[in-house]
């Protein structure tokens, strides 16, 4: 099971551990964004920290209905203790996970300030 908290501005929160190319783990606080049909979203500043490879560009129709050109990485995140391969989407925005990494999993928010976020795989 994958833990975590609901801040005061009321998002739901995880500390997810990304591989940079070394294969050494960075712990990085994840807003939960269940309107992101993707798995992932990282600041282009993390993305160079990590060293993260490119993969491609795509266009993704953002909220706002508009569709904007990204970069893609290649990175890799230890879900619930096992390393998964994820494309992440270089956005300059707070790091995000999307409904493709939850694909599979039940979800659960205490949707109160200090609420648990529990995340659990489908038996």
């Known amino acids: 099971m994958i833990a975590g908290a609901?801040?005061?501005?009321?998002?739901?929160?995880i500390r997810l551990?990304?591989?940079?190319?070394?294969?050494?783990?960075?712990?990085?606080?994840i807003i939960l964004d269940t309107g992101f049909?993707?798995?992932l979203t990282l600041p282009t500043s993390l993305i160079a920290q990590l060293s993260?490879?490119?993969?491609?560009?795509?266009k993704p129709i953002l909220g706002k209905g508009q569709e904007?050109?990204?970069?893609?990485?290649a990175a890799t995140v230890i879900w619930d203790g096992v390393p998964r391969p994820v494309l992440a989407h270089a956005m300059n925005?707070?790091?995000?996970?999307?409904?493709?990494?939850l694909a599979g999993h039940d979800l659960r928010i205490r949707a109160v300030v200090g609420g648990r976020v529990?995340?659990?795989?489908?038996?």
Do not use: C, K
Request: proline fraction near 12%; aromatic fraction near 6%.
């Open 6 to 13: 609901v801040n005061s501005r009321h998002e739901a929160l």
């Open 17 to 29: 551990p990304i591989l940079d190319t070394a294969g050494t783990p960075h712990d990085v606080e």
């Open 37 to 39: 049909n993707g798995s």
């Open 52 to 58: 993260l490879p490119w993969y491609s560009p795509r």
């Open 68 to 73: 904007e050109l990204f970069d893609v990485h």
């Open 93 to 101: 925005t707070a790091p995000m996970l999307g409904m493709a990494l």
């Open 118 to 123: 529990e995340i659990q795989a489908v038996p």
